[in-house]
């Protein structure tokens, strides 16, 4: 064994080579496990295959050539390694677990012995693709019948719906022989539902770290699993931001505020507040918006801000409550647009945000979520057109999701000025590949 671990030590002259050393002085009391690694490349390639699904008339054969795993294999000038690797083939062949075809000396293809499965995948330590299938299909079933029935008890049914329709697709996946998006392996998949089955149910504001350690007693899992939590609520559910969207789901890093200013008076725990005489406004914490008992516009509009410069710069409207809500409008920051629109019916709302994608998507989403009849505030072809000299090219994504809003109101058959000018900026702005920052506009 000493003998065989200088040898490769002395082969090992760059550092990809020296990786490959350290797999082989971890593994080689066993045997070379180098081509026991080959022989996962090659069942991953059976278990992809219609074969592997039963669908194949024709027996398919599952090979790899010997030079795609070690290029030096073709050197002719170092005979040593050459002879090295052959009995590595040797040994995985006298096992029976592959099947080898040489021309003279030199192995052309190494090919997977379908018919030696049961014991390779015992000499892997590798569960069967088949019986992973078959535990998650259980997994899920169990989990959509949780979702479908739980509409009325869980809180968020945006996010439900969500769930519903990637647990509906996954279904259908393992249904073809194919693992679920998102999977890497059990334990990880298994602390992913954890994390949503959590999220789905969570009721004002939690920190990141505090669930975290609630659900895996690790303050730092959570934020392990947050690019995956980020992406499958994305592409699955109707956000308009993906780095917003556990915030949105009341999952937050730090307390989050709402600023106003403008012609509002609030009362606060008896105390009445009259923000237009307070230079710069007042911000309130997500716990502190419990305590306000009511809230007067005396203005006539109020206009929520998506930016923090513009609000900052918005001084010059004095008949107006301005609302920044310091993010995304989740649960908490909804709720208290609710309760000024229910204290406030008889002025007009508008929002002000990003004249691009996420910008429509985030006042669509505010309109949807209130319940208020927001309309647009300088979001419109003309601004555009005012302040073309600082407009920005718009990317291929912008593009994609700008045509999914035009379409989105065509189908819903929107008639009224509103909606029929909105489609007419959107279009004016992939006419002119176009998109404009809120800070731009004074």
């Known amino acids: 064994m000493r003998k065989i671990k200088a040898f490769f030590l002395k082969m090992i002259t760059n550092a990809k080579e020296q990786i ?60 040593n390694f050459f002879k090295s690797l052959n009995d590595d083939i040797d ?8 099947k080898v075809r040489r021309i003279n000396a030199r192995t052309e293809k190494i090919s997977l012995n379908t018919e030696k499965l049961v014991d390779i995948y015992a000499k892997l330590g590798r569960t069967k693709k088949s019986d992973i299938i078959v535990e998650l299909k259980q997994y899920l079933k169990e989990k959509n019948a949780k979702y479908v029935s739980g509409f009325s008890e869980l809180k968020d049914s945006d996010i439900q719906k969500v769930i519903c329709k990637y647990l509906k697709i996954q279904l259908e996946r393992l249904d073809l022989g194919k693992l679920p998006e998102y999977y890497d392996n059990k334990n990880d998949y298994i602390d992913l539902w954890t994390a949503i089955d959590a999220i789905s149910t969570i009721n004002g504001e939690v920190y990141v770290r505090d669930l975290s350690v ?23 559910g109707d956000f308009p931001e993906k780095d917003i969207i556990l915030e949105d789901c009341g999952l937050i890093k730090n307390p989050s505020y709402i600023m106003v200013k403008g012609a509002i008076s609030v009362v606060v725990s008896g105390q009445k507040l009259d ?41 010059d409207i004095k008949n107006s409550g301005l609302v920044y809500l310091g993010g995304y409008h989740n649960s908490v920051k909804c709720d208290f647009l609710k309760k000024i ?28 979520k209130t319940g208020i009849p927001f309309k647009i505030y300088n979001m419109d072809m003309n601004i555009l057109d005012k302040y073309k000299d600082y407009t920005k090219e718009l990317t291929s994504n912008d593009k994609n999701r700008i045509m999914k809003l035009i379409e989105a109101y065509t189908e819903n058959h929107i008639k009224n000025d509103e909606k029929y000018g909105i ?15 809120q800070e731009a506009i004074e």
């Open 20 to 79: 490959i050393y350290l797999w082989l002085k971890i593994f080689l009391i066993f045997f070379r496990l180098i081509f026991l690694s080959r022989l996962n490349y090659l069942v991953n390639r059976y278990e992809e295959s219609v074969t592997f699904l039963g669908k194949n008339r024709i027996n398919q054969s599952f090979n790899v050539k010997p030079e795609k795993i070690f290029p030096k294999y073709l050197d002719e000038t170092d005979y």
């Open 91 to 98: 040994e995985l062949e006298i096992f029976g677990y592959i």
């Open 214 to 236: 609630r659900l895996f007693r690790d303050s730092k899992r959570l934020e392990q699993l947050k690019g995956k939590l980020e992406s499958l609520l994305y592409k699955y």
């Open 275 to 315: 923000l237009g005489k307070i230079s710069g406004g007042i911000a309130f914490s997500s716990d502190s918006l419990r305590d306000i008992e009511y809230i007067s516009v005396y203005g006539d509009n109020v206009i929520t801000v998506e930016n923090l410069t513009s609000f900052s710069h918005m001084n």
């Open 341 to 368: 629109y229910s204290q406030n019916k008889e002025i007009l709302y508008y929002h002000f945000g990003d004249i691009d994608a996420g910008g429509f998507y985030i006042y669509e989403h505010l309109r949807r």
């Open 423 to 437: 489609i007419r900026t959107l279009n004016y702005m992939l006419e002119h590949g176009v998109k404009l920052e």
